[in-house]
């Protein structure tokens, strides 16, 4: 079988993933404001791709577009955290539940021990960012052993914004071995096949990730950077 040819970005997409990395590196720092033209010139590319991705990014609630001022960039609202982990709460703790339920194979559950095992390992080598990313990647895996499609589509809408609060708190936030823990016991919950037990752990991690984050974004006043 021939191998199908991998499919080059269009402009768009290569603007939506050059801002938004931009935006988590701090190089677009919330509250900022920055014309079309601006960022054309600076990735290189005309404003039609630019106008795009913000309008991309505006929905993931990234930015907001300002009629003949350009985009601004938005800060991390302790509210809107709030209610974004009301949700994935929710949503996570019910996949979890339909992942026992439908009693994935170990071949189904290996991303998900990869996922623990590097923030193990990530934990022990001091490298919170490379934990992180092993942790996102944990909750991705869990959304996705759910099986739900409507589920995995709305955490995906909110994870940009998930992801600049966690990085934005990253290192002020105690070393998040208990984090591990939880992970571990919602995997061993699902493995088993035990829907209830895998809901309640995960349900309980969420809502103390919930009441770290925004205390810590309230406490810096990170909101107003």
């Not at 909110?158 to 992801?163: A, E, I, N, W």
């Amino acid at each position: 079988m021939k191998q199908q040819d991998v499919k080059p970005q269009s402009n768009t997409q290569r603007a939506i993933e050059a801002m938004r990395q931009m935006i988590f590196a701090g190089d677009l720092p919330a509250g900022s404001d920055h014309l079309e033209s601006e960022l054309a010139e600076q990735l290189g590319m005309s404003r039609t791709p630019i106008r795009e991705a913000a309008l991309t990014l505006e929905g993931q609630g990234l930015l907001e577009m300002r009629p003949r001022k350009g985009v601004r960039i938005l800060p991390v609202s302790p509210d809107d955290m709030r209610e974004i982990y009301d949700v994935l709460t929710e949503l996570e703790s019910l996949a979890a539940k339909q992942a026992a339920k439908r009693r994935p194979s170990n071949a189904d559950l290996a991303p998900l021990a990869k996922a623990i095992t590097d923030m193990d390992a990530a934990l022990a080598a001091g490298a919170l960012e490379d934990w992180a990313d092993a942790d996102e990647r944990f909750h991705k895996e869990l959304v996705r052993l759910g099986g739900n499609s409507r589920v995995r589509m709305i955490v995906n809408m909110l994870s940009d914004q998930v992801r600049r609060a966690r990085m934005i708190t990253l290192h002020m936030r105690p070393i998040p071995v208990k984090s591990n823990e939880d992970h571990r016991a919602v995997f061993d919950a699902i493995k088993s096949g035990d829907g209830d037990e895998a809901h309640i752990i995960h349900r309980a991690h969420r809502q103390a990730a919930k009441d770290l984050i925004v205390g810590l974004l309230e406490k810096h006043k990170l909101s107003r950077v």
